[in-house]
């Protein structure tokens, strides 16, 4: 029950998501003017604004004009409830639960700006700090010091990657890097690495395709890897670090 409350009301907030990444890199209001159609200037109606069936129904066209609208709204939409039902499921506590939701309506509109626009807003890492010391502190007081010190180090991390090699890390990564610890705590350590795995992945099958000289011209965001390496650990993360210290550290 819990999971399907959890997996609509996560459909409801991936039709914001959608306006959040659309909007906020182009420093707009998230409240107004109402979503419209970008051809024909017509609100979108009440009832075909709700989330995925809209879209099914209208066959992914604006009722107006019969504009295309682009199947990324949908899956958006749909990824998001999977991902907050799935949250409910994996945690049992408040803390968790909440901080696992939360992180995840941060991390999907961070990779989406950051693929299409190569940056990621102040507004959002911004709202992701203060959302996750507000909920760690209400819920879980006695772990928000160790997400402290795990958003310090993720972030720290980072910020010597981006002062090493400027042009493969912005801030934008390192702001993103440190909100996650708070989310995480020391589940952080495994996302990090996903992310970087996951990157140098990415660039090896990029040179193998472009070449060497073309390949290291090709900008590829490191938002979406972040993204991809957090909500991994909104899963997996404290298992692997736990079998990290059982294997290497006892």
Same mark, same amino acid.
């Given at each position: 029950?819990?999971?399907?409350?959890?997996?609509?009301?996560?459909?409801?907030?991936?039709?914001?998501?959608?306006?959040?990444?659309?909007?906020?890199?182009?420093?707009?209001?998230?409240?107004?003017? $109402?979503?419209?159609?970008?051809?024909?200037?017509?609100?979108?109606?009440?009832?075909?604004?709700?989330?995925?069936?809209?879209?099914?129904?209208?066959?992914?066209?604006?009722?107006?004009?019969?504009?295309?609208?682009?199947?990324?709204?949908?899956?958006?939409?749909?990824?998001?409830?999977?991902?907050?039902?799935?949250?409910?499921?994996?945690?049992?506590?408040?803390?968790?639960?909440?901080?696992?939701?939360?992180?995840?309506?941060?991390?999907?509109?961070?990779?989406?700006?950051?693929?299409?626009?190569?940056?990621?807003?102040?507004?959002?890492?911004?709202?992701?700090?203060?959302?996750?010391?507000?909920?760690?502190?209400?819920?879980?007081?006695?772990?928000?010091?160790?997400?402290?010190?795990?958003?310090?180090?993720?972030?720290?991390?980072?910020?010597?990657?981006?002062?090493?090699?400027?042009?493969?890390?912005?801030?934008?990564?390192?702001?993103?890097?440190?909100?996650?610890?708070?989310?995480?705590?020391?589940?952080?350590?495994?996302?990090?690495?996903?992310?970087?795995?996951?990157?140098?992945?990415?660039?090896?099958?990029?040179?193998? $395709?472009?070449?060497?000289?073309?390949?290291?011209?090709?900008?590829?965001?490191?938002?979406?890897?972040?993204?991809?390496?957090?909500?991994?650990?909104?899963?997996?993360?404290?298992?692997?670090?736990?079998?990290?210290?059982?294997?290497?550290?006892?």
């Amino acid at each position: 029950m819990e999971a399907t409350f959890a997996g609509l009301l996560g459909a409801v907030f991936g039709s914001f998501l959608n306006v959040v990444a659309f909007r906020l890199p182009r420093r707009e209001s998230l409240v107004k003017p $109402r979503s419209r159609c970008p051809r024909c200037g017509d609100p979108v109606r009440p009832y075909d604004n709700v989330p995925v069936v809209s879209w099914l129904l209208l066959r992914g066209r604006c009722r107006g004009c019969s504009e295309r609208i682009s199947a990324r709204y949908p899956l958006v939409e749909l990824a998001t409830a999977l991902l907050c039902a799935a949250a409910v499921i994996a945690h049992s506590g408040a803390a968790q639960i909440a901080l696992s939701v939360a992180l995840v309506l941060i991390l999907v509109p961070a990779a989406l700006i950051d693929l299409e626009h190569r940056i990621i807003p102040n507004r959002l890492t911004l709202a992701g700090a203060l959302l996750a010391l507000g909920l760690g502190t209400a819920l879980d007081p006695a772990g928000e010091p160790g997400r402290l010190i795990a958003g310090a180090a993720a972030g720290g991390f980072l910020l010597v990657a981006a002062l090493a090699y400027p042009g493969g890390m912005g801030m934008g990564d390192v702001k993103l890097a440190g909100v996650m610890g708070l989310f995480l705590g020391a589940a952080v350590a495994p996302a990090m690495l996903i992310s970087l795995l996951a990157g140098v992945l990415v660039g090896a099958v990029i040179l193998a $395709r472009k070449g060497a000289h073309a390949g290291r011209k090709t900008a590829v965001p490191f938002g979406p890897f972040l993204a991809l390496g957090g909500i991994l650990a909104v899963f997996a993360g404290e298992p692997l670090v736990h079998l990290y210290l059982d294997h290497f550290v006892h």
